[in-house]
């Protein structure tokens, strides 16, 4: 930074000297031109002259010439200084202009030479604020090393602390555990003795135990199968029982309302006919209570089935009494339940009281919709 000043204050140097010598020369110059500038010729002479010229003429011619003459000699010197002053005037016009460029270079080489120093002051200025902040930040980068080093040395200090405490810990540690596990072996073997001994009566003691209690468990078991047999007896003979039961009812029911069907399918069509109005709906009724029936049979209850709750079932059924389709028409909302209602009806493969009915009565049941709950299903 100092030598690129150094350099910028040597290149205006020269334009100085030389606006410095150029003005030195116009000064001269301007006093040359003064000191050489010629003086008026006197008048007197030139008249002198004159008249002298005019001796052989006459008195009035010469008077009249000399006058002439002497107007002539005085407008001539008169025009002949006006023009010298004329040509002064120029020359100092001209002088003055060239002293004034001399003195405007002049002024704007020290103008010049003023800003160059200016600009050199202010970058050897901003040279020492780049140098004392670049000191100033070594300097920081030097503390903070010195900070990290010091760290650093703590940290290792704390380390090497931590580690002779870690291994007194672990010495004193070790000191406890070997105290300890010999403490143990001792112990161990004095329990091992004791426990030796001990097995030795418990065995002895167990073995007269095992005996009574081998004794007093085969006769437990014996009682217990008794009991499980007893159990599994009267449960089975009230199973077949309820089973009698359950088959005696449901087959007195069916054969009551086959009987009904019949008596009613036996009727003479004029009969029938007539009763349609009043009979119809009892034979519908009996055949959807006898579907009923026979899919309670088959029918579990899901957990989640609550009394209340309905799903109507579309059932497609041949003329033989065979079901072949069953399908949810309307869900109750409990899947589970709607899956159980559809089995159980599935279930019933197939009503042959259904093949008493003529066509036209069978009709109907071709393909029809039953409502089902868990009331209905579980009779």
Known sequence: MQQHDRSSSENLFWPVVWAVGLHA????????????????????????????????????????NQKIAGEAAKTSAQRYETEQLEQKKVEQERLAALAEKAAQAQSSAAARAAQARKEAQQKAAEAQQKAAAEKQAQAKQQEQAKQEQAKLAAEKLKQAEAAKLKAAEEAKKKASADAQKKAAQEAAKKAADDAQKKAAKAAEDAKKKAATDAANKKAAEDAKKKADADKQKR????????????????????????GALAELLSESTQYQQTAADTQGSQVAGGLD???????????????????????????????????????????????????????????????????????????????????FSPEDLAL
């Open 289 to 371: 209570d006898l579907i009923r029936i026979r899919a309670s049979e088959g029918w579990t209850r899901p957990p989640g089935a609550t009394n209340g709750m309905t799903v109507i079932i579309q059932i497609n059924m041949l003329s033989d009494g065979t079901v072949t389709n069953v399908s949810v028409a309307r869900s109750s909302g409990n899947l589970p339940f709607d899956n159980s209602a559809v089995a159980a009806v599935k279930n019933i493969g197939r009503l042959v009281e259904m093949q008493r009915l003529s066509a036209n009565e069978f009709a109907p049941y071709r393909s029809f919709k039953m409502t």
């Open 25 to 64: 020369m116009l000064f001269a110059f301007l006093f040359v031109s003064f000191s050489k500038t010629p003086e008026l010729p006197p008048a007197r002479p030139v008249i002198k002259a004159t008249l002298y010229q005019l001796q052989s003429q006459s008195q009035a011619t010469t008077q009249t």
């Open 235 to 258: 449960a089975a003979e009230e199973a077949a029982k309820q089973r009698k039961a359950q088959e005696a009812a449901r087959k007195a029911m069916e054969d009551k309302k086959a």
